[in-house]
């Protein structure tokens, strides 16, 4: 017999016991004793029986499969969502599928397209930048399937979101600046079709004004916060000749840009304080280290996946929906010790 094509009732033949006791012994039933159910383990696993986990799934309506759809894995940030994710699925003994929208609408849409055709069990997902328009989302919850909104929230009603307070974070990012000194401060901004650049631009516009800061949209730059776009930035701060200080929505953008920056004899902090955010590792050790915000990447990704399994699971009622609101941290370093 080959491997793994042994069935219950080659078992059930082998060892003299009722199909429906060997399938009852399978699925670890407390209706079945533990001798019994040793003896018919043992033989499973000598025959090479292997569950057809497809047909329990027809009868259960679950595929014990989750996914998580985030802009880039490559993302230090992402890459530990995902850690905190599989830790809770796996313990729940669910699978996890990851899938990367690239920052992109059209792929972003794809993705659930094949999702929704693959039955997975929920979806967590922190939306693309270019994504305006939720009617993909929309679809898999007119599936009465759950689904978690982590990092980037969305503007659905009736959704769930799990963040940071990022208007405060940023908000604390622009006045350690002014803290330092810092009058002239640009903004590396994100898409503002996206809550969560929204947000941090918010802060920092209500930093500058509580310190009676002018507020000059010229200092406002709004990229996808690539390296190439702080790059690109850092060539902006330079025509303007008054900059002294920057505060990015990311890191990736803060470092190009710093890199950029000293490469034209700009000196950093003395002469342009940087704050970046998310706390990327090569923020600790670039030179010099990088002000940033630190976001808890791990136990966000453990909240979303528990509130989505509690879902999926019945436990967690579709009337009462929740948002969560994580702490973030700042980490002073010294891209912003001027003074």
């Known amino acids: 017999m080959g491997k793994g094509k042994a069935t219950i009732h080659d078992i059930s033949?082998?060892?003299g016991i009722d199909s429906s006791t060997v399938s009852r012994a399978l699925n670890d039933s407390p209706r079945v004793s533990?001798?019994?159910?040793?003896?018919?383990?043992?033989?499973?696993?000598?025959?090479?029986?292997?569950?057809?986990?497809?047909?329990?799934?027809?009868?259960?309506?679950?595929?014990?499969?989750i996914a998580v759809v985030l802009p880039r894995v490559s993302r230090h940030f992402f890459a530990t969502v995902i850690a905190g994710i599989e830790e809770t699925a796996y313990e729940a003994g669910y699978n996890v599928i990851i899938c990367q929208s690239l920052d992109n609408l059209k792929r972003e849409k794809k993705i659930m397209n094949t999702l929704i055709s693959n039955r997975v069990d929920g979806i967590m997902i922190s939306i693309a930048m270019e994504t305006t328009s939720y009617e993909h989302f929309?679809?898999?919850?007119d599936l009465e399937k759950p689904i978690v909104f982590f990092d980037r929230p969305c503007a659905l009603k009736d959704c769930y979101n799990i963040k940071i307070d990022n208007f405060q974070a940023s908000y604390n990012a622009t006045e350690h600046l002014i803290s330092k000194g810092c009058r002239h401060i640009v903004h590396l901004s994100g898409s503002q079709d996206i809550e969560l650049y929204r947000q941090r631009k918010k802060g920092y516009i209500e930093a500058l004004i509580k310190h009676g800061i002018e507020v000059n949209p010229n200092y406002i730059f709004e990229s996808n916060l690539s390296e190439q776009d702080g790059i690109a930035s850092a060539k902006k701060i330079l025509?303007?000749?008054?900059?002294?200080?920057i505060y990015s929505a990311n890191d990736t953008s803060a470092i190009s840009a710093i890199q950029y920056l000293k490469s034209q004899n700009i000196k950093i902090p003395e002469d342009i304080a940087v704050v970046g955010f998310n706390n990327d590792p090569i923020s600790a050790v670039i030179d010099p280290s990088l002000t940033t915000?630190?976001?808890?990447?791990?136990q966000m990704g453990k909240i979303a996946s528990t509130l989505l399994l509690d879902q999926i699971n019945n436990?967690?009622?579709?009337?009462?929906?929740?948002?969560?609101?994580?702490d973030s941290e700042l980490i002073i370093r010294n891209s912003s010790k001027r003074i």
């Open 315 to 326: 436990e967690f009622s579709s009337t009462k929906i929740v948002s969560k609101v994580l």
């Open 34 to 65: 533990k001798k019994t159910k040793k003896r018919i383990l043992d033989k499973a696993n000598e025959l090479g029986y292997l569950r057809n986990s497809l047909a329990s799934n027809l009868r259960t309506n679950k595929t014990q499969t």
């Open 13 to 15: 033949n082998a060892l």
């Open 293 to 298: 915000i630190n976001q808890p990447a791990f």
């Open 138 to 141: 929309e679809a898999y919850r």
């Open 239 to 245: 025509e303007l000749n008054t900059i002294d200080g």
